[in-house]
């Protein structure tokens, strides 16, 4: 599988990956453990901290990586992976290292303990900033700490679920409306 | 504009039309007054009750008709009224009355005092549940206490905002990897 080439991106910025609503992969670790899990349920809340919310049920194997260690990243993968992506929702890490046996690469992180996945386009460092809700709703809120984008493919074609086994992948960008935005709204 | 007949739908499933993470606007009411703002940040946050939770920025008007009423519509506009859509994104209902100016029409909803705009596909009605991370971070949590959907199309061509003035447009839907699925995964 295809592995990308990084570079560092503003983490107020990371709104043009995420905030288009793609399927994304958490990776975590704790003590020796890691694991990697699909996750659908995630909103940007702020620009500066970078903040983002996210749901990850307490059914997962990452919740508890996720709770103790307090850190995980979030990896974009693009449609190529979409098969990949699948599978890892639909296996747990109970009884699987995940890395290995859908054949991703684990890259260090610089901020946090959890891998990057050399095989997804964007990596974006997390830290659980805010538990408060962990309890009643299993709502996570992260602080991106660290953002890793690579250059190309400039809008990444990422995969959206709808449910029932049904994708929508992503299609044409356009900026054809930018001249009707204020410039505090862009 | 073209209006939708619709017809009820499970609120349990809306994850359909929200989870691929498309522009949403936002109908509200309060007293007298109604306003419709456009948003981008939210996330499906549990299925049964079914829950959604989004970011309204206290600089906007509808933030303190929402918070007061306690109340609101989540509409789902298609790619075909995107230039509306960033017009009222660029406008305040301190100073416009948002229906009457984008000639939108506005259908009395039957759980909720704010109305269901008419010309969009999909219309959620949403009753305010959680207010606990409002003051901290303009998160809410609502409960969509109905909903109703256009039965055609039957994935609507939404737009999905990356910031800086560009949107992507929903492309293909699949289902080729639903055999993959587990089916409690579905």
């Known amino acids: 599988m295809k592995t990308y080439k990084k570079k560092d991106f503003p983490v107020s910025e990371i709104r043009k990956f995420l905030e288009p609503g793609p399927v994304v992969l958490v990776s975590s670790a704790h003590r020796r453990r890691t694991n990697i899990m699909t996750m659908n349920w995630h909103t940007p809340m702020e620009f500066t901290p970078s903040l983002v919310g996210c749901i990850i049920s307490n059914a997962n194997h990452s919740f508890e990586l996720i709770r103790r260690s307090r850190e995980c990243v979030i990896n974009l993968p693009t449609v ?35 891998p990057l996945i050399a095989e997804c386009c964007a990596n974006f460092e997390c830290r659980l900033v805010d538990s408060k809700l962990v309890n009643t709703y299993n709502f996570f809120i992260f602080e991106v700490t660290k953002a890793h984008v690579a250059p190309t493919p400039r809008y990444p074609k990422t995969i959206h679920y709808r449910g029932d086994g049904t994708f929508m992948i992503s299609g044409t960008n356009t900026s054809r409306y930018r001249p009707l935005f204020q410039p505090d709204k862009l």
Chains 1, 2 share one sequence.
């Open 80 to 114: 190529d992976l979409a098969e990949t992506v699948v599978r890892i929702g639909n296996t747990s890490g109970r009884d699987l290292d995940k890395f290995a046996a859908f054949k991703l690469t684990p890259v260090p992180a610089t901020t946090v303990r959890a």
